[in-house]
């Protein structure tokens, strides 16, 4: 190897260096001392109907308690209420043959590995109600509802003939959630609100 | 400095930045999803019976009552409306090809197992793509880091 060489691989490797241990050190730092997490009081009250409706409603959204489903873990309160409701809107969209079309990878498994299309759904969807009912940020983390519910600004939904949501299959997606949250015995004051946050967008999905 | 130098010196340039770029990546997903735990419902999927509208009613409830207590099953939803049976179940410990072979063949009643063709799996829901260039390359790194 000539001098030079060793020159130029030096300069190559110090730049990297530099560059990776400015990268590691600083900009993807997690945050370990977190702000207080933003709450809402219709947040407050999924989180309080989960831990069964008891004490004062304030502070139960942003709560965190055991996760049922992860044993060893903890979950926002209005988190895990918002995934539950979620988790059984997927069970009733899933049998529900109008709206299959739209989400067939709830019934599919997803490529290798174990983890399937129902629990991506299952998340990507919790983080969308929550960041929504909470007012936190940075809980979502995918498409904006227009680009994503447009076949021509997102090729997996719809098809070229069809290419956005019809205002009926909104309406029946909407009555869906209602549904799967009315056999939780969610009350109906807290299933309004959410239904009038799920047509917040209706003007996004359908237009 | 000649052409063929600069070139030459161009050239490592480029390629040096775009490692740079790459390492800055990689070292990016290391960091957000080192210690990252798993999922909840990680292994739960969902599956599918369409019964024909003549189907007995009263069968189905049995099917329904009988794949709740088969291990790995976790929930059971029937839309009478649709004629369709929905369950979860752990796929590290059961599968639908078999729920449906021990519950519903043996039984000899109209249904179908419901299974997504390739055309509909490539479509879906829109709130995720975990088949892109960067879903692919987290996945990787998350198997490495973890």
């Given amino acids: 190897m000539t001098k030079r060489t060793n020159k130029l691989l030096f300069i190559l ?63 926002q309160a209005g988190r895990l209420a918002i995934r539950t409701v979620v988790g059984k ?42 960041q929504a009912v909470s ?53 109906n004051s807290v299933i309004g609100q959410l239904g009038t946050l799920l047509y917040s967008v209706k003007g996004d999905i359908v237009y | 400095m000649t052409i063929k130098k600069g070139i030459k010196y161009t050239a490592i340039s480029l390629f040096s930045l775009g490692f740079l770029l790459f390492a800055t990546l990689i070292v990016h997903i290391a960091v957000m999803v080192k210690g990252k735990k798993p999922l909840a419902s990680e292994h739960t999927q969902l599956a599918r019976i369409d019964f024909s509208a003549a189907a007995d009613p009263r069968t189905i409830t049995e099917i329904e009552q009988s794949i709740g207590t088969l291990p790995g099953v976790q929930s059971t939803y029937y839309n009478p409306a649709t004629h369709t049976l929905v369950y979860a179940f752990n796929n590290k410990l059961q599968n639908a090809a078999e729920v449906y072979q021990s519950q519903v063949t043996s039984r000899n009643i109209d249904a179908l197992k419901y299974t997504v063709s390739a055309a509909d799996a490539a479509k879906g829901c829109p709130a995720m793509d975990n088949n892109s260039f960067y879903g692919r390359l987290t996945k990787t790194v998350s198997s490495i880091v973890n």
């Fill in chain 1, 89 to 130: 809107s997927l069970m009733v969209i899933a049998g529900d043959t109008a709206l299959a079309e739209y989400f067939p990878v709830l019934l599919a498994e997803v490529g290798a590995g174990n983890t399937t299309g129902y629990n991506n759904l299952l998340q990507s969807f919790t983080d969308f109600v929550q």
């Fill in chain 1, 13 to 75: 490797l110090a730049v990297c260096g530099i560059g990776l241990w400015t990268i590691s050190g600083s900009s993807c730092k997690k945050d370990k001392d977190p702000m207080p997490l933003a709450t809402t009081p219709l947040y407050d009250t999924l989180g309080w109907f989960i831990q069964g409706a008891t004490g004062p409603v304030a502070g139960n959204g942003t709560k965190m308690i055991d996760d049922p489903d992860n044993p060893g873990q903890k979950i």
């Fill in chain 1, 135 to 187: 007012t936190q940020t940075g809980v979502y983390k995918g498409k904006s509802m227009r680009d994503a519910h447009n076949n021509t600004t997102y090729n997996r939904f719809g098809s070229a003939a069809v290419q956005k949501s019809t205002a009926a299959d909104f309406d029946q997606f909407v009555g869906d959630v209602a549904s799967a949250a009315t056999s939780l015995n969610v009350p």
